[in-house]
Every structure is written in structure tokens, then in C-alpha cells.
């Protein structure tokens, strides 16, 4: 047991080293979205984003000259289906969400929503096509329900409250004495990490844009919790083009392609099945979660035998 104990005791260690050079990703696209010398092309049109294909055109991309950080990274996702995003930390997968929002431009290659080029519309119309359901949720000062409804202001009730009951948050809300109004945020009630990205979620159905950005939450959720958020997934998932930077491979399982990036490249591609059997990284980056749940599992229970 000491010996579990200490092994756990070392992937914690490496964990919250890993998380504690992570960037709460709202906080860092607030940030990036300080006036840079991306702006709108004279006379740029309006995105007319009907399905939401989106193409990655042997994308090239550095934060500065000195250093490349995707190297040629191509993928379609055509419309409706699901896009993974996995590998180690730093390998440019938040990288990848920063491009299609265009908060920086590719050096090299194109960036494609239903055949135009992200560099020739507005930025409006881009960021309004396109739904985030962050990390790490900051929710507003104010009641659930105008966190929910923020997603598409004047909302019917009815329409606010159906996509809470999707994104499976409506019967917490419902459960609180003072419901929908029960205030939330820095002042408010304190929700859980699961919960808050339920909100989010909620948030994004109601917004209803044909592309889903989801970005893993990093932070250990506990079983129950994590099967909501992925029921709730896939719910706001469904007939949407969806790309999933994912931190848990369990999430990615169905997804209609996994990309697995390594210092900005791709360097495997596939589905779950199809990459498993093929015994590359991704399959030895499954077995180490694998493992690892086990032994989280196994030290548990001993806990409970104690
Ligand atoms: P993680 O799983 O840890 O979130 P990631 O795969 O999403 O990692 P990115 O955030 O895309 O990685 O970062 C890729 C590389 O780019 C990292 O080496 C990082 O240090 C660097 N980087 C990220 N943002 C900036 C920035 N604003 N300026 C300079 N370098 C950056």
C-alpha cells in the first residue's frame, strides 16, 4: 500500500507541476484579444458559416520568429463531425482553438470555415460561429440564469431552460432554494468545477453555433461528474462540428478523428480502435491512463478496507 501510496503520490507531484503552467484558457483569450495587428481586412464580409467544415491547410505558426510552434499541421473536420486534439503539454494544442479564432495569423497555410479563409471575414462573424465551452468556466456576478441566457440575450425562459436540462444542470438549479435567480460568482454560490462547465455548456446550446470548441478541464473530476459533463457533450456535440482538445483520453473515444500532436506535428491519426491496435504513442498514452486509474482504484478501495 506505501508503495501505491508513493507512486500516487509522484504522478500528483507531476500533475499539478504540469497545471500549474497551464493558463486558465478564458483568462488567455481575454488576453490575446488585446488589439493586436490582426484586424479586419478593408470591406472583409461576414463569415457564412452554414455547416461549419472546418480545414487546417498545412498550418504554420510561431508566437515569434524565433521558434515554430506548428509545423505543417493539416486536418479536415467536414461538417457535423468531431475533431480530437491530444498530446503532451505544450505540444500547440490550444495553439490550434487561438488560429481558428484568428487571434494570431498563420505564418504559413489556411485556416478554412465552409471554404473561406478566417484571414478574409470579420472577426465578429468568425467568434460568433464558433461556441467555447472553456476550461475553467468564469462565471458572471449574477443569477444562473443570466449566466445561462448570456448565451443568446432575450432568449425565451423556455428555450433557457431547455438547454440547462441538456447540458443535465436544470435539476441541480431546481433543487436550490431560490432556483434560476440563486446567485453565482465570486460572491454567489460556489459552483463546482463540473458544474460551472455544465453552465457553460448551457451557455453554448443556447448560443447554438454550428462550431463547438471544447477544451478540457485538466483538474481531476470525480466519476459521476465526468460522465455528466460527457453526456452533456454530447448532447451540444450532436450534428455540430466539434473540436475537443482533450486532457482525458476516455473523452475522445468516440470521437470521428483523434489527432495526437507532438512538438507541432501530427504524428498519429485516426480513430480510438484504429490507433489502438496500431501500438504507436497514442496506445502507450492510453495505457498509462489506464494504469493509473487502476491504481487509483486499487488505493481506494484499500482506503476503504482500512
Ligand atoms: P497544454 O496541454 O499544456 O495546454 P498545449 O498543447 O495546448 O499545452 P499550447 O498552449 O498550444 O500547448 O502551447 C504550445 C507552445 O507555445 C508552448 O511551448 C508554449 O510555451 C508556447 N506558447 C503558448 N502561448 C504563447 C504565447 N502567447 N507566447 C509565446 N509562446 C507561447
Known sequence: LIQLYLQLNALGFIYREIKRSLIDMEEMFSLLAEPKEIS?????????????GVVFEDVHFGYGPEREILKGVSFVVPPGKS?????????????ISR??????????????????????VTQASLRAAIGIVPQDTVLF?????????YGRPGAP???VEAAAR????????????????????????KLSGGEKQRVAIARTILKGPPILLFDEATSALDTQTEREIQISLREVAENRTTLMIAHRLSTVVDADEILVLDKGRVVERGRHAALLAAGGIYAGMWRRQ?????????????????
Open 99 to 120: 488560429l481558428l479564432f484568428r487571434f494570431y495569423d498563420v505564418s504559413r497555410g489556411r485556416v478554412l470555415i465552409d471554404g473561406q479563409d478566417v484571414r478574409g
Open 157 to 159: 425562459r423556455e428555450e
Open 290 to 306: 489506464q494504469e493509473t486509474a487502476f491504481l487509483q482504484a486499487e488505493l481506494a478501495q484499500a482506503m476503504a478496507e482500512e
Open 83 to 95: 475533431l480530437a486534439i491530444v498530446g503532451p503539454s505544450g505540444a500547440g494544442k490550444s495553439t
Open 40 to 52: 479586419d481586412a478593408p470591406g472583409a464580409p461576414a463569415l457564412v458559416a452554414a455547416d461549419g
Open 166 to 189: 441538456l447540458a443535465r444542470i436544470h435539476d441541480f438549479v431546481v433543487s436550490l432554494p431560490d432556483g434560476y435567480d440563486t446567485r453565482v460568482g465570486e460572491r454567489g454560490l
Open 141 to 149: 456576478n449574477d443569477t444562473i440564469y443570466y449566466n445561462v441566457a
